[in-house]
T-cell receptor, first 113, second 115 residues
Framework: AQSVSQHNHHVILSEAASLELGCNYS??????LFWYVQYPGQHLQLLLK??????LVKGIKGFEAEFIKSKFSFNLRKPSVQWSDTAEYFC???????????FGSGTRLQVQP | KAGVTQTPRYLIKTRGQQVTLSCSPI?????VSWYQQTPGQGLQFLFE???????NKGNFPGRFSGRQFSNSRSEMNVSTLELGDSALYLC??????????????FGQGTRLTVV
């Protein structure tokens, strides 16, 4: 069974600081990779996705992620966070055969003004 | 374009009762999946429906069931409710093009409280 690990459970940053959230997965087959965000009181929204091709993917709101196949990693980055980025971030993997998302435990990001 | 719509938003039920949750996918999306979100277990996959057939199932007891209608709308049912079933239940829809990959879009969820 595949699993997803998010190493940072709670991150506190000041505005303008850089962000990197780690995500590692365990599965040897073909996967699709995602980062979702859940703002307080809102539904899960897609930040970015990786299916194939360029391992550096750009998403909404200035977020990007890099897929490193040899490390089974898909880390999320943003050069300069804003107070409005305060939310919970979930890394997810979809086994292309099973079509079910496996989520990490989430990282709560708190950005202080 | 309307998003994924889940009803009701909130439910309070008593142990032993059953409950039915509803999900209307984005127009044109034929795959509907259900997830359970709890503070302790996080987000866990329940099942996926496509063309009115359950295609995949997560590791949940048989008390959790679902169905999909010809218009792609889906319902999930939980029978003999237990306190541990208290959770946010999320529905996600996908377009599923032939030979392609697509992302899942989530609804606001139904917050179920079992007392």
């Amino acid at each position: 069974a595949q699993s997803v690990s998010q190493h940072n459970h709670h991150v506190i940053l000041s505005e303008a600081a850089s962000l990197e959230l780690g995500c590692n997965y365990s599965y040897g087959g073909t996967v699709n990779l995602f980062w979702y965000v859940q703002y307080p009181g809102q539904h899960l929204q897609l930040l970015l996705k990786y299916f194939s091709g360029d391992p550096l993917v750009k998403g909404i709101k200035g977020f990007e992620a890099e897929f490193i196949k040899s490390k089974f990693s898909f880390n999320l980055r943003k050069p300069s966070v804003q107070w409005s980025d305060t939310a919970e971030y979930f890394c997810a993997v979809m086994d292309t055969g099973r079509r079910a998302l496996t989520f990490g435990s989430g990282t709560r990001l708190q950005v202080q003004p | 374009k309307a998003g994924v719509t889940q009803t009701p938003r909130y439910l309070i039920k008593t142990r032993g009762q059953q409950v039915t949750l509803s999900c209307s996918p984005i127009s044109g999306h034929r795959s509907v999946s259900w997830y359970q979100q709890t503070p302790g277990q996080g987000l866990q996959f329940l099942f996926e429906y496509f063309s009115e057939t359950q295609r995949n199932k997560g590791n949940f007891p048989g008390r959790f069931s679902g169905r999909q209608f010809s218009n792609s709308r889906s319902e999930m049912n939980v029978s003999t409710l237990e306190l541990g079933d208290s959770a946010l239940y999320l529905c996600a829809s996908r377009r599923v093009p032939v030979g392609g990959n697509t992302e899942a879009f989530f609804g606001q969820g139904t917050r179920l409280t079992v007392v």
